[in-house]
T-cell receptor
Framework: DAKTTQPNSMESNEEEPVHLPCNHS???????IHWYRQLPSQGPEYVIH???SNVNNRMASLAIAEDRKSSTLILHRATLRDAAVYYC????????????FGQGTELSVKP | DSGVTQTPKHLITATGQRVTLRCSPR?????VYWYQQSLDQGLQFLIQ???????AKGNILERFSAQQFPDLHSELNLSSLELGDSALYFC?????????????FGPGTRLTVL
């Protein structure tokens, strides 16, 4: 399974944008980039995913580098409720859908 | 609310015992996944079922087994429990296109082995 590297922790101020980086230098052509987050005392929650092009949804944006070796999850205006552990995960079409979680980035949001 | 339900919420038992964790996927989802989250190992994939058949296996111990029933609910059986099995156990489900579609996680079952 291709690996991802994320900073252990990041801090943000409320109502400011947050850019969460992820490196995945060994990504293969069929790997999708997925982001999940886990709020305190809850199960993980899907955030966004993409293959090559940048993606936007109501929760966040995903910016994917041209060589696909890195990506950035963007929260446009952080709220206190966004404090969570964010996981960047690579999923291949042929690996049956399982998620291989790394350590993730613990995001704290200051009021 | 993800639509995935797990019972029980908490379970306290003794070493050597056997327990069963239950998961009901979202309506219409054919795939069920089980994950274990412990402080030292993080979130680990255990096993996946798709429409009643085992699809993928991860770091699941031989003492653990799972199945998916015709109504698509799933059970994870943990036997000969050890202290190290204390963890949060999550179930997730996803739709027909299980390859890259999002997974919806339940609230988890917290297992404490004393």
């Amino acid at each position: 399974d291709a690996k991802t590297t994320q900073p252990n922790s990041m801090e943000s101020n409320e109502e400011e944008p947050v850019h969460l980086p992820c490196n995945h230098s060994t990504i293969s052509g069929t790997d999708y980039i997925h982001w999940y987050r886990q709020l305190p005392s809850q199960g993980p929650e899907y955030v966004i995913h993409g293959l090559t092009s940048n993606v936007n949804n109501r929760m966040a944006s995903l910016a994917i580098a041209e060589d696909r070796k890195s990506s950035t999850l963007i929260l446009h205006r952080a709220t206190l409720r966004d404090a969570a552990v964010y996981y960047c995960i690579l999923r291949a079409l042929n690996q049956g859908g399982k998620l291989i979680f790394g350590q993730g980035t613990e995001l704290s949001v200051k009021p | 609310d993800s639509g995935v339900t797990q019972t029980p919420k908490h379970l306290i038992t003794a070493t050597g015992q056997r327990v069963t964790l239950r998961c009901s996927p979202r309506s219409g989802d054919l795939s069920v996944y089980w994950y274990q989250q412990s402080l030292d190992q993080g979130l680990q994939f255990l096993i996946q079922y798709y429409n009643g058949e085992e699809r993928a296996k991860g770091n699941i111990l031989e003492r653990f087994s799972a199945q998916q029933f015709p109504d698509l609910h799933s059970e994870l059986n943990l036997s000969s429990l050890e202290l190290g099995d204390s963890a949060l156990y999550f179930c997730a489900s996803s739709g027909r296109g299980a390859g890259v579609s999002e997974q919806f996680f339940g609230p988890g079952t917290r297992l404490t082995v004393l």
